[in-house]
T-cell receptor, first 113, second 112 residues
């Protein structure tokens, strides 16, 4: 069990550019979550996958955001035409079948200039 | 809509003190409650999970309790150490089995 991993750990981009983040969950976990955390706040739910199916999306996830989990393993989160308001820590988490215990990755910190 | 409040927002204590962190919910229909620790610039580490049928959980110097009738949870840290310095977050699955609703956290500093 190597835990949840996320890449890159840090990303600096210019406004208007596209960025993509990757999350590798714990291998036997079928549920995968994306959260966003801004400074001084708790994480906010973005989206949730069970295996390869995206079952729920937050209203925070505008049409510039898209997430995929094509084979039910790793997931990607893409932000198109980034805005300064997208600057935040993007956290990925996973959990196993029938478990409410979420395991979080180290996060990807995004700074949009 | 569930909202989670954590009090205090920040706390600074000398090493060795016992302390209590508080978490309250606007909707007392709490499903499963989880306490996390977050070190600066890092992800979250799960500390304790209290499932809907439970009232408390203990791990080492940590004890978390849940009072559904009042919509409150407390995290008790015994004999605090400088290594306990971090932000502590509580979260509830009342947003649905597939998402956690988080508080803003309590920033704890334990000084030698």
């Amino acid at each position: 069990d190597t835990g949840v991993s996320q890449n890159p750990r840090h990303k600096i981009t210019k406004r208007g550019q596209n960025v993509t983040f990757r999350c590798d969950p714990i291998s036997e976990h079928n549920r995968l979550y994306w959260y966003r955390q801004t400074l001084g706040q708790g994480p906010e739910f973005l989206t949730y996958f069970q295996n390869e199916a995206q079952l729920e999306k937050s209203r925070l996830l505008s049409d510039r955001f898209s997430a995929e989990r094509p084979k039910g393993s790793f997931s990607t989160l893409e932000i198109q035409r980034t805005e300064q308001g997208d600057s935040a820590m993007y956290l990925c988490a996973s959990s196993g079948v029938g478990s409410y215990n979420l395991y979080f990755g180290p996060g990807t910190r995004l700074l949009v200039l | 809509k569930q909202e989670v409040t954590q009090i205090p927002a920040a706390l600074s204590v000398p090493e060795g003190e016992n302390l209590v962190l508080n978490c309250s919910f606007t909707d007392s229909a709490i499903y499963n409650l989880q306490w996390f620790r977050q070190d600066p610039g890092k992800g979250l580490t799960s500390l304790l999970l209290i499932q809907s049928s439970q009232r408390e959980q203990t791990s080492g110097r940590l004890n978390a309790s849940l009072d559904k009738s009042s919509g409150r949870s407390t995290l008790y840290i015994a004999a605090s150490q400088p290594g306990d310095s971090a932000t502590y977050l509580c979260a509830d699955f009342s947003g649905g089995y597939n998402k956690l609703i988080f508080g803003a956290g309590t920033r704890l500093a334990v000084h030698p």
